[in-house]
């Protein structure tokens, strides 16, 4: 929480000792519902802090995602499924603004530990719709594409084509 939104630890033990953040396991915050829906209202009106948050909490994000690669390789997958599967709202939302923004260097590390995710979650699905978008958004970003633009649109099409090779499976 401290890194997304960037406050000081002191800042953050003020609001759980109002009970308007609450800590849970680890490095996790949660606010309450009323409070998150009246923050999403505040969030609106607010589009400059939107800019400066919205790439830290994409960054944060997509990189703990991206350590994940490897361990969901080999024996820590299922502590990376775990944790993965705590924080899918962010790692959803860190996704899909990295990929509305074309940040690539955000995107191509992180894009196989969210195959791996999706895959050993069986949310083939999901993993076929998000991968799917992100090669059509790369791919009308501009023209024409760039070496980078077209490395990461050729990834994100072999795990579409994956994603459809096991989903015609069943």
Known sequence: AAAVADVRPST??????????????????????????FAAEQWQNMPAAVDAIQPRHSQFYLHLLAQQTDRFKGRAQKESLT???????????????????????????????????????????????????????????????????????AHLALREAKFLLTLARF
């Open 83 to 153: 944790l993965i599967g705590l924080e899918i709202e962010n790692v959803r939302g860190a996704w899909t603004t990295a990929v509305a923004h074309r940040w690539l260097d955000l995107i191509h590390p992180a894009l196989e530990a969210l195959y791996h995710f999706f895959m050993l979650r069986s949310w083939l699905v999901e993993g076929l719709e998000i991968f799917h978008a992100a090669r059509q958004s790369l791919e009308e970003a501009a023209a024409p594409l760039t070496p980078q633009h077209q490395l990461i649109a």
């Open 12 to 37: 953050l033990a003020s609001l759980i000792d109002k009970s308007l953040v609450r800590k849970q396991d680890g490095d996790r915050y949660d606010l309450h519902e009323v409070l998150r829906h």
